[in-house]
């Protein structure tokens, strides 16, 4: 069981938008603690998607943005492609377990 | 450009041991924070171990505690993770990562993951 909560799945049409959340607690995202997504192709390591709950690396397109509140953070897409099709991670500091906390993951299909 | 290759991986049987390195490159490694992460086949990410830019902290996730150790050789720009005592459950792909970590005053930021290896597998089994 992961300290952060994810849904296992979610799935959209291409061009719909899709949201993926991510529940932790006051030890974690709660506590102020940046959150940050990673996208995992198969086969391949992750790549950061957002970092410090709301900011794009260069290159990553501005159909990906995340948000954070209170105890919880979301990674929305837009304009669903294809290429999307891939396994999501948010991520974390845990400063009661002090240690970095991942979300179980969350498999995007795109219909 | 900016790299980390890791190494060492394979096939062991339980009880033994194995120490797995990522060599860094295209940046300078003595000012990263470094992860270990793992995944096990067809689970998610799972992190293993971190150890501060200068060697100084380690914090390892309970599951490894006690039987894993994370050291860096920052002259040679290299991670290491030696792995003791191994277990079935200890079969995965096992990834570093470079974290930059910033400080104000008395509070750490930890940013994100943002440079990942390519990952080396260990396989845990009789």
């Known amino acids: 069981q992961s300290v952060l909560t994810q849904p296992p799945s979610v799935s959209g049409a291409p061009g719909q938008k899709v949201t993926i959340s991510c529940t932790g607690s006051s030890s974690n995202i709660g506590a102020g603690y940046d959150v940050h997504w990673y996208q995992q192709l198969p086969g391949t390591a992750p790549k950061v998607l957002i970092y410090a709950n709301n900011n794009r690396p260069l290159g990553v397109p501005d159909r990906f943005s995340g948000s954070k509140s209170g105890t919880s953070a979301s990674l929305a897409i837009t304009g669903l492609q294809a290429e999307d099709e891939a396994d999501y991670y948010c991520q974390s500091y845990d400063s009661s377990l002090s240690g970095w906390v991942f979300g179980g993951g969350t498999k995007l299909t795109v219909l | 450009q900016v790299q980390l290759v890791g190494s060492g991986g394979g096939v062991v049987q339980p009880g033994r041991s194995l120490r797995l390195s990522c060599a860094a490159s295209g940046f300078t490694f003595s000012s990263y924070a470094m992860h270990w992460v793992r995944q096990a086949p067809g689970k998610g990410l799972e992190w293993v171990a971190l150890?501060?830019?200068?060697?100084?902290?380690?914090y390892y996730a309970d599951s490894v505690k006690g039987r894993f150790s994370i050291s860096r050789d920052n002259s040679k720009k290299t991670l290491y993770l030696q792995m003791n005592s191994l277990r079935a459950e200890d079969t995965a792909v096992y990834y570093c990562a470079r974290m930059d970590v910033g400080v104000t005053g008395t509070i750490y930021y930890y940013n994100a993951l943002d440079v990942w290896g390519q990952g080396t597998t260990v396989t845990v089994s009789s």
């Open positions: 150890i501060w830019s200068d060697g100084g902290n380690k």
